[in-house]
Nanobody, 121 residues
Framework: QVQLVESGGGLVQPGGSLRLSCAASGSIFEINAMGWYRQAPGKQRELVVTITYGGSTNYADSVKGRFSISRDNAKNTVYLQMNSLKPEDTAVYFC???????????????WGQGTQVTVSS
């Protein structure tokens, strides 16, 4: 089993900042890509940003210049620094990890339980 534990969500005023964390644990041999997605009420889940093991990133246009992803491979943890938050950033944020449990096993996608981010005055 692969477990993902997210933290760092909450209520923040427009223009404020939050930092999300997602730590992976359990039966993990190797992690490839890690990323963050979000889902607002009544909308489909959408990509926020992904990062490869080597550090290459892919940001959604809506968050470029405001959000920053990083990862600590030694700790199997991914972070999302969110600055200049807007009300439209309000959503449940999910982390996703592409991992495999053994050297020759297939890659699987694992999701966290989600953390609520609310941007409101």
């Amino acid at each position: 089993q692969v477990q993902l534990v997210e933290s760092g969500g909450g209520l923040v005023q427009p223009g404020g900042s939050l930092r999300l964390s997602c730590a992976a644990s359990g039966s993990i041999f190797e992690i490839n890509a890690m990323g963050w997605y979000r889902q607002a009420p009544g909308k489909q889940r959408e990509l926020v940003v992904t990062i490869t093991y080597g550090g290459s990133t892919n940001y959604a246009d809506s968050v470029k210049g405001r959000f920053s992803i990083s990862r600590d491979n030694a700790k199997n943890t991914v972070y999302l620094q969110m600055n200049s938050l807007k009300p439209e950033d309000t959503a449940v944020y999910f982390c996703k990890v592409q991992a495999r449990k053994f050297a020759r096993s297939s890659w699987g996608d694992y999701w966290g339980q989600g953390t609520q981010v609310t941007v409101s005055s």
